[in-house]
């Protein structure tokens, strides 16, 4: 089971040095990949700025989109930002994309809310004959590798014809461990080669210290959701053991790599997930 660890670039508070250090820190503990997350109407750090950023102060680090909601920009928009991402690391970076779930990030951006699902298909489409007709005069490197979000029948649909694999929400084990066969009972039926690449979510504290903090960020985070937000609060591993359990029952569930979200923008969070869970 490969550990990967999230940037906290959309916690509030958290600075942009913050945001390079912890590359930095990220990858010299060990961590198979670094990861950025998207919300527009949030305060924070944009997605693909950070994993630039973060491409020019490592060399080893996967830094990969997890996610990047696709339907609020354009397929060509996205794929130059994307190509420029993997070519400022050297080919180090995996594309994670979802249609979104919040309408307000699509209010903002002037976009329609209810037809994301056909537009994502669109974009995925125009993506894949990007990747296969890597024009350099356009974009400076081909379109990466695909990680596709979600738990719905479209999405195990999307991943099979058109990613490498499928990156689930930080939804408990049990949660995601079906969706996750769907996808590699699908991947099969299709006749796709080999076996998908399955990432799980996982947010995560560690610390009394920052408990306050971590717990208030999840609470405001999820306030959309209601009574439900302080479920996510209860259901958020903060103990070296829960953290461990966690990583037991993913890799019991089939998971390839599980990448922990940051709920408090401390440095020391990178150091205190590595003495868990790196030898």
């Not at 940037?7 to 390079?20: D, K």
């Not at 996610?67 to 993997?86: C, F, G, Q, R, Y």
């Not at 299709?190 to 920052?210: D, I, K, N």
Request: proline share 7%.
């Amino acid at each position: 089971m490969k550990i990967g660890i999230a940037f906290p670039n959309t916690v509030p508070g958290a600075s942009g040095r913050l945001q390079i250090d912890w590359a930095v820190r990220a990858e010299s503990r060990g961590f198979s990949t670094v990861a950025a997350t998207q919300r527009l109407c949030y305060p924070g750090h944009e997605p693909l700025a950070v994993l630039a950023a973060a491409a020019a102060v490592t060399s080893r680090i996967t830094l990969t989109t997890n996610i990047l909601v696709a339907p609020l920009t354009t397929a060509a928009v996205l794929a130059k930002e994307a190509a420029t991402v993997s070519s400022l690391a050297g080919g180090r970076f995996l594309l994670g994309l979802g249609p979104g779930v919040r309408a307000d990030d699509f209010e903002a951006a002037r976009r329609d809310f209810g037809s994301r699902g056909a537009a994502f298909d669109r974009q995925l489409a125009e993506l894949a004959r990007l990747r296969e007709h890597h024009d350099p005069g356009s974009l400076p490197a081909p379109v990466p590798p695909l990680l596709i979000g979600g738990l719905s029948a479209a999405a195990v649909r999307r991943t099979v014809r058109w990613a490498e694999g499928w990156t689930a929400p930080g939804l408990t084990p049990d949660r995601i461990a079906p969706a996750a066969e769907q996808v590699r009972e699908a991947w099969a039926a299709a006749g796709r080669e080999g076996r998908p690449r399955l990432v799980a979510l996982s947010r995560f504290w560690l610390g009394e210290e920052v408990a306050r903090e971590a717990a208030g960020f999840v609470r405001e985070y999820f306030g959309v959701l209601g009574d439900e937000a302080d479920a996510f609060v209860a259901k958020t591993p903060r103990t070296p053991e829960q953290v461990r359990e966690q990583v037991t029952a993913l890799a019991a569930a089939g998971f390839d790599e599980v990448v922990f979200h940051p709920t408090a923008a401390h440095l020391s969070q990178v150091d205190r997930l590595a003495d868990v869970l790196i030898p």
